[in-house]
């Protein structure tokens, strides 16, 4: 990897100021980033390394909602008892996310920044209809994600938290990617305070709501509901591992075993 | 240049690295401690575990520079005296082990599960393995020491293997 | 007397295993030489092009670069071209088209990852920022990457020399047999089939590291090598011209090879090169990236095949024709694989009468194809297996029976099939009878209806092979255009105390020899098996060897660690009658004494051994000193492992994802030295079949670009993906070597893979499905769901 310069601020205004920095990254757990500088894709001037801001890490429930610090790492949701008692299907996102120690390092607030089109929390986030809490601002999530590694993050913004309405039933069925286990298709489906939300990462440039779902569900809660709904698979990515009509159907799949494991 | 003071095994040591510096570079090069190696170069083989404030983390993908007072356990750190940890007996005992290349990454994050799951199931613990890749023993065996070794551990005796 | 619990036949836990579990195994990356620098080497990102024009001015003035190397500096110094150590002829006896293969490639680049320049620093990053810095000035070609593709008229030429792609044209078998036997068939049953192309992946990634001793003037090479002294004997001979007196190649412990690290490579004689142009030095560790790119990757044939039975179902005539991949250039061993390997197995273990194969190795702008775990064998083993699966579907003779049908009896040896190879012992039946069993084959249609009921489509599959190795003898294989000897060197190493080191030519990467060979050296020589060190890989200790590849260690090595210590058995009998006043006749050798038959007179081994250093009650006259001694082993024959592997895998048929739930090996591998040893290399190699079958392919884009250039895209097989694998064995003994061992390290590899794709179309049999390539990835099963469902519904 190239060098750069390091910094390891200990207050959210540090880091701020750091990231203003032409050429700055931001790193959380550093699980996509680290890869990425060891294959020189990128050059930052510096990396700010958010590791030792500890407000930003916990997990806590109230006024009827889940909110998780963005440093928390995936397997701290996994395993946490608050996660897995308000949402037990983003428990389960959390512990099939990677590996045990991408899960010990990897954050949910580095997940959402990078916005890697295969990533799993993007489909909790939008599914849940969460709201990402910044240094700046609230974004909700319909309002958050803009494409293939885009947000709605300006320079030098930092996720601080996640807020997630609690819901009924929700959870998460994934077809990963034989090889790197990232996800091919996966859908996030929950039924909660904001109505049925259908929410599907790894078909295409980001992750996206299926609306047609979303209003059989509402009407039906059930996997027969979605039978006939299909996304066109005129809009789903093609690869070596799957063509853009089995992501396609892979969609319809994932989302009615979503729905059985939501019960 | 930077320069890294950390706890590695139990004992004080640092170095001068680079910001751009690995842990297991610095390990490995800086520090002598070759146990630790480097199968892959996108964070997938495992090869590198290592515990770091006693979490089982890649050291291939986490900067020196981030484990600035951080506490470092590898593969060097676990027989004591001589005498090896109940979970490598168990890779011992149960042929757990080939070419020895993956092993040392397969015990550190061996021993990860264990401490969150005591007694883990046969599917437990090939999921665990997700990011330890190992090309010589199919797994099998590899599966089976990390059983015994969790019961050793759990102050049941090893079963025997392949007899 | 009681079985030693450290002889031979007894499970003893690996000697090897405190250092690698202890994290002090000695890898080459893991050396460090004293003024040491590091190698970056650039390589090609076309498939295909024109070097034009290198410029290096500005890399030789980076930050700690020491020097910049190319192509033309390597040719100025009369380099060689990296040797093929296999020549195969074509139809009409001509010499197949053998291109040269310089280090650093010249003038034109082949494939993605041809190395082009070496830049050498202080550091591995100081080395690769320079790098950046170097200017190629290509001018890209069209490339092609595909067999069929290769051949067509007017495809990109890869070579001048080789007009249409073509490096030989080969057959095997008597053709005119083959025609009439089909002529006369009742059925035939064809199947075209791909064996996909694999990447080796041993965890270790290739590392060398040149070291120069401006006084001596030796050269060391430490590197990731299967076969030191091979490697000493190509690159000193051939590419360097170092004597080999002046040469030591060292290869500590390595981590896997798997086939991958037999060949002698571009970067050895590249970091020894510049070891002695800049006196230092200079290591060269491959990142997982470039060994995707530059390890020698495995299989990648398109084969078509016919095979003509009678009406009960007895194979009459077989006819193959393969088009082989070689690659880019031709790898150390590369030709004999499609060939030798290959071709000479296709009677399998059956009793067909009449084979004929063509094979026609072709050149693509692709990395170099050679021997990966079976080389050859699994190749034909799973067109064989396949094709006979096919031929009992059709015939609706159950797979079962056509394969007891014709196998060939037990009493049948010494067998000549009609493709050159003698089988000289095996009990088929047995191996099927035993797998049977253990997979209740019996009970599979409750377990088939079990899976129906939960939505899943549940298949088995069998697949009854044989492989050859420990390829030899020495004066047959040069017959065929071998250009090196196949034996075996060991040295036995009796120290005046009565303990031994043995020095053996044979390479450990995992197989666990320092155990294995203890145990016979234990039992031979009836001492503690903590008395007996194994040393190998370091061409400056052991007298010469081959190395460890073709499932050989014990049949070649052992056959010659079994010789020597014959001469140290008889040397230490004259040395013993000599002390016991006995005629030499009248001494036996048992338990580690020398006795005086019919009395309780003896000497044990370690007195003898003493007598030979301090010889001063010692018969001088007739004998020399000391107790060492060396055997070169030549096999008589190939060794013929055998077995039956089944496969029981259940589908989902709504995302194409198999699982396999079952899996048996029954293996006929000879004498079991450590059959905890036995059943790990059976577990591996088993491993490694299942991943052909349902994971791994390298796959390339039309342009030559390597689309599966890292484990992002590859699929390597984890541990969620593997069942626990039954293994067992049923013996009977190689009869032509003194162990009566025949190998266990690649009849994973071989059986798996056919075993695996017939449980597949098994599953799929309801939908029509007849075949389905490799590797049966959940994509490609979905597919040949919905066009088998398009079909039916049209």
């Known amino acids: 990897m190239y060098d750069f310069a390091y910094h390891r601020p200990t207050?959210?205004?540090?880091?701020?100021?750091?990231?203003?920095?032409?050429?700055?990254?931001l790193m959380a757990g550093g699980m996509t980033l680290i890869p990425t500088l060891k294959q020189r894709l990128a050059k930052p001037s510096a990396v700010i390394d958010l590791g030792a801001i500890s407000d930003l890490v916990g997990i806590r429930v109230e006024g009827g909602r889940l909110t998780i610090g963005a440093l928390t790492t995936h397997a701290d949701v996994a395993r946490s008892a608050e996660v897995?008692?308000?949402?037990p299907g983003l428990a389960d996102l959390a512990n099939g996310i990677g590996d045990p120690q991408v899960r010990n390092r990897g954050t949910i607030g580095g997940s959402l920044a990078n916005n890697d089109p295969a990533a799993d929390y993007p489909a909790a986030v939008l599914g849940l209809g969460a709201t990402i809490q910044t240094n700046e601002r609230s974004i909700a999530a319909d309002d958050y994600f803009k494409g293939l590694f885009e947000t709605a993050l300006k320079e030098g913004e930092i996720i601080t938290a996640v807020h997630f309405p609690i819901p009924e039933k929700a959870a998460y069925a994934k077809f990963p990617n034989p090889a790197s286990r990232y996800a091919i298709i996966g859908v996030f489906i929950a039924k909660g305070p904001q109505g049925v939300r259908v929410a599907v990462t790894g078909a295409g440039n980001g992750v996206f709501r299926v609306k047609a779902m979303e209003d059989a569900l509402a009407k039906n809660w059930s996997a027969d509901a979605i039978n006939d709904i299909t996304v066109p698979a005129s809009e789903c990515n093609s690869d070596i591992h799957a063509s853009s009509e089995y992501r396609a159907h892979l969609i319809g799949v994932m989302a009615k075993r979503a729905i059985q494991a939501a019960g | 240049m930077p320069h890294v003071s950390l706890t590695v095994n139990g004992k004080p040591a640092s170095a001068d690295v680079e910001n751009r510096t690995l842990l297991v570079q610095l390990l490995r090069e800086k520090l002598g401690l070759t146990g630790t190696h480097v199968g892959c170069d996108t964070s997938q083989c495992g090869a590198c575990v290592v515990h770091v404030n006693g979490r089982s983390v890649k050291s291939c993908t986490i900067l020196a520079v981030q484990c600035e007072g951080a506490n470092v356990t590898t593969i060097e750190g676990l027989a004591t005296d001589g005498k090896l940890h109940p979970m490598q007996e168990a890779f011992r005992e149960n042929h757990g082990l080939q070419c020895g290349f993956c092993t040392p990454g397969m015990v550190m994050s061996a021993l990860d599960l264990v401490k969150h799951n005591?007694?883990?199931?046969?599917?437990?613990?090939?999921?665990?393995?997700?990011?330890?890749?190992?090309?010589?023993?199919?797994?099998?065996?590899?599966?089976k020491s990390i059983l015994a070794g969790a019961a050793a551990m759990r102050g049941q005796p090893t079963k025997a293997a392949a007899e | 007397m009681a079985p030693r619990d450290d002889g031979i036949g007894a499970a003893v836990r690996r000697k090897e295993d405190f250092r690698f579990l202890t994290g002090r195994g000695l890898y080459v990356d893991d050396i460090v030489r004293p003024g040491q620098l590091y190698a970056y080497i650039l390589r090609s990102p076309h498939a295909h092009a024109e070097i034009r024009a290198i410029d290096t001015a500005k890399a030789m003035r980076a930050k700690g670069v020491v020097a910049v190397f190319t192509g033309a500096d390597m040719a100025k110094d009369n380099v060689g071209s990296l040797p093929c150590g296999w020549q195969v002829k074509n139809k009409d006896g001509s010499p197949m088209n053998e291109p040269p293969h310089p280090p650093l490639a010249v003038d034109r680049v082949r494939h993605v990852g041809d190395p082009v320049a070496v830049v050498i620093a202080d550091s591995r990053e100081a080395a690769?920022?320079?790098?950046?810095?170097?200017?190629?000035?290509?001018?890209?070609?069209?490339?092609?990457?595909?067999v069929a593709e290769a051949i067509k008229p007017g495809a990109p030429q890869v070579w001048d020399i080789a007009p249409g792609n073509t490096c030989y044209d080969w057959e095997i078998g008597d053709k005119a047999a083959v025609d009439a036997a089909f002529s006369r068939a009742h059925h035939v049953a064809r199947i075209e089939l791909v064996n996909n192309r694999l990447v080796p992946n041993a965890m270790e990634p290739r590392a060398a590291i040149g070291d120069f001793d401006p006084a001596s003037g030796e050269y060391t090479l430490y590197t990731t090598s299967q076969n030191p002294h091979v490697i000493r004997l190509l690159m000193g001979a051939f590419v360097l011209h170092i004597p080999e007196s002046k040469l030591r190649v060292y290869a500590p412990d390595v981590g896997g090879g798997f086939g991958s690290k037999i060949f002698h490579y571009a970067e050895e004689a590249i970091v020894t090169w510049a070891a002695g142009k800049v006196k230092r030095p200079v290591k060269w560790t491959a990142e997982r990236s470039e060994s995707f790119m530059t390890d020698a990757h495995g299989r990648d044939h398109v084969t078509r095949a016919e095979l003509a039975l009678d009406r009960d179902g007895k194979f009459l005539g077989l006819r193959v024709s393969t088009l082989a991949n070689m690659g880019a250039y031709l790898s150390t061993f590369a030709?004999?694989?499609?060939?030798?390997?290959?071709?000479?197995?296709?009677?399998?273990?059956?009793?067909?009468?009449?084979?004929?194969?063509?094979?026609?190795?072709?050149?693509?702008?692709?990395?170099?194809?050679?021997?990966?775990?079976?080389?050859?064998?699994?190749?034909a083993t799973y067109l064989l297996e396949r094709l006979v699966d096919v031929a009992a579907r059709e015939m609706n003779i159950d797979p079962v029976e056509i394969r007891r049908r014709n196998f060939i009896a037990p009493d049948a040896f010494p067998y000549q099939t009609p493709v050159a190879l003698q089988y000289d012992s095996g009990n088929y039946h047995a191996t099927l009878d035993q797998a049977l069993k253990a997979a209740d084959w019996a009970g599979f249609p409750k377990r088939r209806e079990e899976a129906r009921k939960r939505g899943k489509l549940r298949g088995i599959g069998i697949s009854t092979y044989i492989e050859a190795c420990g390829i030899a003898p020495s004066n047959v294989v040069g017959a065929l255009g071998a250009r090196a000897g196949l034996y075996e060197a060991a040295e036995v190493r009796v120290h005046p105390t009565g303990t031994v080191t043995v020095f053996t030519g044979c390479h450990s990467h995992g197989q666990g020899h320092e155990t294995t060979y203890a145990q016979l050296v234990a039992e031979g020589l009836g001492i503690p098996i903590e008395n007996v060190e194994i040393v190998h890989g370091d061409t400056a200790k052991i007298p010469f060897g081959m190395g460890t590849y073709g499932s050989r260690s014990l049949a070649v090595g052992g056959s010659a660690i079994v010789r020597a210590m014959d001469k140290i058995i008889r040397k230490g009998k004259k040395i013993a009658s000599h002390l016991l006043e006995a005629a030499e006749a009248d001494i036996e050798f048992k338990d580690g004494k020398f006795t005086v038959a019919g009395t309780?007179?003896?000497?044990?081994?370690?007195?003898?051994?003493?007598?030979?250093?301090?010889?001063?009650?010692?018969?001088?006259?007739?004998?020399?000193?000391?107790?060492?001694?060396?055997?070169?082993?030549?096999?008589?024959?190939?060794?013929f492992p055998a077995g039956c592997h089944i496969c029981e895998v259940e589908i989902d048929p709504d995302t194409g994802v198999t699982q396999v739930v079952n899996f048996t090996a029954v293996d006929?591998?000879?004498?079991?030295?450590?059959?905890?040893?036995?059943?790990?290399?059976?577990?591996?190699?088993?491993?490694?079949?299942?991943?052909?079958?349902?994971?791994?392919?390298?796959?390339?884009?039309?342009?030559g670009q390597l689309l599966t250039g890292s484990m992002m895209d590859y699929t390597m097989p984890r541990a969620d993906n593997l069942p626990s694998i039954a293994v067992s064995t049923h013996t009977t003994l190689c009869t032509h070597n003194p162990l009566g061992v025949k190998g266990c390290g690649e009849v994973g590899a071989i059986g798996a893979p056919p075993a695996v794709i017939n449980a597949i179309v098994d599953a799929l049999s309801s939908y029509g499905i007849t075949h389905i390539d490799m590797p049966a990835t959940p994509q490609r099963v979905w597919k040949a769901i919905q066009d088998a469902r398009m079909k039916q519904a049209a």
């Open chain 3, 600 to 639: 309780d007179r003896s000497k044990t081994f370690a007195e003898v051994a003493l007598a030979a250093y301090v010889p001063h009650n010692y018969p001088l006259d007739e004998l020399e000193p000391g107790l060492d001694e060396t055997a070169f082993y030549d096999p008589k024959n190939f060794t």
């Open chain 3, 128 to 146: 690769k920022d320079a790098a950046e810095l170097v200017e190629i000035d290509y001018r890209p070609l069209p490339a092609v990457v595909s």
């Open chain 1, 84 to 87: 897995r008692r308000t949402i």
């Open chain 3, 335 to 379: 030709p004999c694989v499609p060939t030798y390997l290959y071709a000479t197995l296709l009677a399998g273990v059956y009793t067909t009468p009449a084979i004929y194969a063509e094979v026609r190795a072709v050149f693509t702008n692709t990395v170099p194809v050679d021997a990966y775990r079976g080389a050859g064998r699994p190749e």
């Open chain 2, 118 to 143: 005591p007694d883990p199931s046969e599917r437990e613990v090939r999921e665990w393995l997700e990011g330890n890749l190992c090309r010589c023993t199919g797994y099998h065996n590899i599966v």
């Open chain 3, 668 to 703: 006929d591998v000879g004498r079991v030295i450590n059959p905890m040893i036995v059943e790990g290399q059976v577990q591996g190699g088993v491993a490694q079949g299942i991943g052909q079958a349902l994971l791994e392919n390298c796959v390339y884009d039309e342009n």
């Open chain 1, 11 to 25: 207050n959210l205004a540090d880091a701020a100021r750091l990231a203003k920095e032409a050429e700055a990254k």
